[in-house]
């Protein structure tokens, strides 16, 4: 598509409950990123992949998240037992490569994630 | 591991006046350097970056950005502020590779008429 596109854009859920967030990347682009956005703040590298792999998931706080990118373009964050600590916005992006400086990021809107 | 300070948390100016945001980081080795600007409800929108060469960067929207090495700062200008130009504003620092990049908490500009 023409953007980096972000599913759902808001979620409530249940303190405990089980969360998957959607982040759909520029066609062509094989480097896709997690960041979470907690409010007053700047966004927090979570995890990037390049091509399917997860090539650094050193930024996931816990093991209740987990994120997947099977085929190389579509990924999905999961979050296991909710917290209400988790509450945030998390944000998606990709850009053509993640070698050297040369490419840059292009973000999706966001899905904000309220636990109540 | 890199880290960026943004001193100013909430900036006022009148449109028509000019505009400075600071930015302070921390990397071993050179840096790759950015602006984000990100209104309500929108995705981070990129302004400006730097890589290498010229210390003087031009973005998008008339903003303009200086590397200063020596200082650790990549301070982000605009001459002339316009009221659209209201928004969050983030610098962020990268590795090489851009995988890790990171941001400082932002300035949030208020334009008053």
């Known amino acids: 598509g023409a953007g980096v596109s972000q599913t759902p854009s808001n979620k409530v859920t249940e303190k405990g409950k089980y969360v998957e967030l959607r982040c759909d990347p520029i066609s062509g682009h094989t480097a896709l990123y997690w960041y979470r956005q907690s409010l007053g703040q700047g966004p927090e590298f979570l995890i990037y992949f390049q091509g399917t792999g997860a090539a650094d998931d050193s930024g996931l706080p816990n093991d209740r998240f987990f994120a997947v990118r099977p085929e190389g373009s579509v990924s999905t964050l999961k979050i296991q037992r909710t917290e209400r600590g988790d509450s945030a916005v998390y944000l998606c992006?990709?850009?053509?490569?993640?070698?050297?400086?040369?490419?840059?990021?292009?973000f999706g809107a966001g899905s904000r994630l309220t636990v109540l | 591991a890199q880290s960026v300070t943004q001193p100013d948390i909430h900036i006022t100016v009148s449109e028509g006046a000019s505009l400075e945001l600071r930015c302070n980081y921390s990397?071993?080795?050179?840096?790759?350097l950015f602006w984000y600007v990100q209104s309500p409800g929108q995705g981070l929108q990129l302004l400006l970056k730097?890589?290498?060469?010229?210390?003087l960067v031009q973005g998008i929207k008339g903003f303009e950005a200086e590397f200063k090495r020596s200082q650790s700062s990549f301070n982000l200008r605009k001459p002339s502020v316009h009221w659209s130009d209201a928004a969050e504003y983030f610098c962020a620092v990268a590795k090489y590779n851009n995988n890790d990049m990171r941001f400082g908490a932002g300035t949030r500009l208020t334009v008053k008429p």
């Open positions: 992006a990709s850009s053509l490569t993640s070698q050297a400086g040369a490419n840059v990021l292009t």
């Open positions: 990397y071993g080795a050179t840096p790759y």
């Open positions: 730097y890589f290498s060469g010229d210390t």
